[in-house]
């Protein structure tokens, strides 16, 4: 059952599998949505610039035949006639052409965006092989291909039926009309024919784009054990990743723990909590936390702190509220400093009295001041 599950490609591509198929040239493409966009382009490009065209076009057809005698016999005077004439067409075209590729630009790199891939480009074997030309040829996605001219066709077919039917009085009126305004009208409506007949195969660009997001994304599908490879190969294995994490902790353990015995007190639950709190007058601006712990790790703080004669003060409350709220080797938080500071002036009493400077203090207060934020 998991050799079959492993076989199959149910998994969503990774973003590196993504990459990866970008930079091998594998992207989504849309074949229509480009032609869509050229064919606009270009009824477009004709419907703005077509009449600067033609006057262009009249201009150098009436400069040529109407050349003088000296100018057909003098081959460089006509040659500048020849060059003049073609620069009024010049400008035109070149405005047409611009627009036209601006349009083939726009529409190739609408869907998957400006990629190239050498790898891509690089000849291969199995493009040339002629069994593998008829399996496309006879493949799923030349019969996706089929389906979509037969579309196409209809689809341009029932818009020009309908044009016709719409414009065929306006057709049979052009013989009414004089020259050359009738010949203006013909081009225009030509034109604007073209163009909604280009717009036509927006329907199709529409059905195809989704569906080449569709294809694109099922070609890069993955199986759960490539997922899991990529993951190991990216990221590291697993194990490996736990047994370091494992390590770190252990050694920061052990650093926390050889702080232990430069603590001035450690306050515990005192079962479960145990923390060890360092207070240096002439340093730090409050307490630090030089280890905490809890159950067989507060038990350990515990067990080192009587070893080396470190003060060890039962309070609850504040142990528990400092193990929640101050982390290791960083300052205790704000709002606890008046209770911490009535531990650390019992334990420094404590200390005195021990060594015969003081009286014996007084015991400490069982509800201390720690704000209702911070009780745990």
Known sequence: M?????????????????????????????????????????????????????????????????????????????????????????MPLMWIFFIVAIAAFVGNILLGGISFSWEAAAPKANKLSPIAGFKRMLGAQAAIEFVKSILKFFVVVIVAYLLLSNLFPQILGLSLETTPKNFEHAVNL??????????????????????????????????????????KNTEGNPEIKGRIRRLQIEISQRRMMSQVPDSDVVITN??????????????????????????????????IAKEHNVEIIASPALARSLYYTAEVDE??????????????????????????????????????????????
Request: glycine residues 4%.
């Open 190 to 231: 030509l034109l604007w024919m073209f163009l909604t007949l280009t717009l036509s195969l927006v329907i199709i660009a529409i059905v195809d784009v989704p569906y080449q997001l569709w294809s694109h994304t099922k070609q890069l599908k993955m199986t759960k054990q490539e997922v899991k490879d990529e993951s």
């Open 2 to 90: 998991a050799d079959s599950d492993s076989g199959e490609r149910s998994e969503d591509p990774t973003s590196k599998k993504v990459s990866d198929a970008r930079e091998k040239g594998q992207i989504a493409r849309s074949k229509e949505l480009g032609t869509m966009f050229v064919l606009v382009g270009s009824a477009s490009a004709m419907l703005l610039m077509g009449n600067a065209l033609v006057v262009s076009m009249s201009k150098m057809m009436s400069r040529l035949f109407s050349l003088t005698k000296q100018e057909s016999l003098d081959v460089h005077a006509a040659f500048t006639v020849v060059s003049q004439s073609v620069g009024t067409v010049l």
């Open 331 to 376: 300052e205790i938080p704000e709002a606890l400093f008046a209770a911490v500071a009535q531990v650390l002036a019992f334990v420094f009493q404590l200390n005195e009295h021990r060594k015969g400077r003081a009286n014996t203090p007084k015991p400490l207060a069982k509800n201390l001041p720690i704000p209702d934020d911070y009780k745990y």
């Open 270 to 303: 005192p079962t479960h909590f145990s923390v060890a709190l360092k207070y240096d007058p002439n340093g730090t601006r409050a307490p630090v936390v030089l280890a905490s712990g809890v159950d067989q790790m507060a038990i350990h703080i515990r067990k």
